[in-house]
């Protein structure tokens, strides 16, 4: 064929094809691979925080896949439903991120860490885990290397300006924070049953002096004066620390952890007296029960009082209770004027599984919206400064008042005011304690605990 033939024919197939091509349906992009096929973890050997190897934000809602396994001790009432409503809306922002519930039953994470250390040191973390934000963190994680710092969470949610700088500076080392803080829990709080009150003609006791005459007035009517379930020693140290606080005042308790307060000095030696005075007017199965079946003994009108955190008001609230109708409460005798604070914190461990799904998570716990559907449930307040308060019942709204008004204290059995090493020795004083009530014994222990935790020469 004739050269200029040949071209006339390939122009014509040339304007075919185009046109061919204009009218066939567009070809689909692939989506993009699920963060368990492309692991988004640098190797342990490499630098996990330098952003040009380590994106720092998750992908979009509709590019997320796979798991979220999410650690954590919540099993209980309101516990349980704070962590689902955030649970709910996870969902709604990421439908396709499977998430996997790990929660081990026991209070203040007893049972939980144990089974957490072992994944940890076995290279086998969750994507994220429930930890409570100070020294439980850091002492055993952030310093064995096992931690990412979200720093830059806070940098670009602005959360900085958000979380109160005292918050803050619970979470940081080294110039960096490691976790996210979804709470501010108060624990020096007496819970009482509003209709033995009334019918024994009590009002709340303030100091400790009231609260014995309490005891005494309520245990001639046949009714336990106060509730402890101790079956996990933390409910022992966790009265404990309310005793030392109504004993030493807030610079006094402060300093039995910086080593300003002689373990061995008589305000201490009065803390260990009361506590031992008042086991006498606890119910006998007290051994036997967890924290919030002594909460139930109040529910109940079984006992009179209980003294814990304000994850009970979670609870009586999960249970159908209304507070000041049904309980009603106080700082616990002696405390009135300081909050005794915790917080509940997520971290991003080095080598998490699903890292954007933990990122988007974390996103979620830091959040408004997310504080605003956990707390109110679980018996806590927000940790940024921003809730909205009419989501919050009267007690709530009391705490949210007090915490940016009172002295601001740490809690020694939820990981705040000392190393896990220390609390661990300080649990198991009082576990000797609780059973031979022998004072100077105990005040040794302590003492010895704070010498080997190198605080205290």
Not at 253 to 276: C, K, M, P, Q
Request: negative net charge; charged residues 15%; glycine residues 8%.
């Amino acid at each position: 064929m004739p050269t200029k033939k040949w071209y006339v024919l390939l122009t014509a197939l040339l304007a075919l094809s185009m046109l061919f091509a204009a009218c066939a349906a567009p070809v689909a992009t692939p989506a993009p691979a699920a963060p368990a096929e492309q692991p988004t973890t640098a190797p342990a050997e490499q630098p996990t925080t330098a952003p040009a190897e380590q994106p720092s934000t998750a992908p979009a809602a509709d590019e997320l896949t796979g798991d979220l396994e999410i650690y954590s001790w919540w099993t209980a009432g309101g516990e349980a439903d704070g962590l689902n409503a955030m649970y709910e809306l996870f969902k709604a922002q990421h439908p396709q991120v499977n998430i996997v519930n790990a929660t081990v039953a026991g209070g203040a994470g007893s049972n939980a860490k144990a089974v957490l250390t072992t994944r940890m040191q076995a290279n086998d973390p969750p994507d994220s885990f429930q930890v409570h934000a100070g020294h439980e963190l850091i002492d055993t994680w952030v310093v064995a290397d096992k931690m990412e710092p979200v720093t830059f969470l806070f940098e670009e949610n602005g959360w900085m300006d958000v979380f109160p700088p005292g918050v803050i500076d619970v979470l940081s080392y080294n110039g960096d924070i490691w976790s996210v803080p979804v709470n501010i829990h108060r624990s020096n709080v007496l819970w009482y049953n509003s209709a033995i009150f009334e019918q024994n003609g009590l009002t709340a006791p303030t100091t400790m002096e009231e609260f014995f005459a309490a005891a005494e007035t309520l245990q001639a009517a046949g009714v336990t004066p106060l509730a402890l379930g101790d079956n996990g020693i933390w409910t022992a140290t966790h009265l404990m620390e309310s005793v030392l606080l109504a004993a030493l005042g807030p610079e006094g308790y402060r300093g039995l952890w910086t080593g300003a307060t002689d373990w061995n000095s008589a305000e201490v030696t009065t803390a260990l007296e009361n506590f031992a005075k008042m086991m006498a007017y606890v119910n006998e199965d007290h051994a036997a029960l967890s924290w919030d079946q002594a909460a139930q003994l109040v529910a109940d009108g079984d006992a009179a009082m209980t003294i814990m955190g304000d994850w009970a008001q979670g609870y009586f609230t999960s249970i159908g209770l209304t507070v000041d109708k049904d309980y009603g409460w106080a700082p616990s005798p002696g405390t009135g004027g300081t909050f005794m604070m915790l917080s509940d914190s997520f971290g991003l461990p080095k080598g998490a599984p699903h890292r954007d799904n933990a990122i988007a998570w974390l996103t979620l716990a830091g959040s408004r919206e997310g504080q605003d559907a956990f707390n109110p449930p679980k018996g806590s307040i927000p940790a940024r400064t921003d809730g909205d308060r009419s989501l919050y019942d009267a007690y709530l709204q009391a705490a949210m008042d007090d915490f940016s008004s009172n002295e601001i204290t740490p809690s020694l059995a939820h990981g705040a005011a000392a190393s896990e090493g220390w609390v661990t020795a300080f649990n198991d004083v009082m576990t000797l304690f609780v059973t031979d009530l022998d004072v100077a014994t105990a005040q040794a222990a302590m003492a010895k605990a704070c010498v080997n935790a190198g605080v205290c020469k």
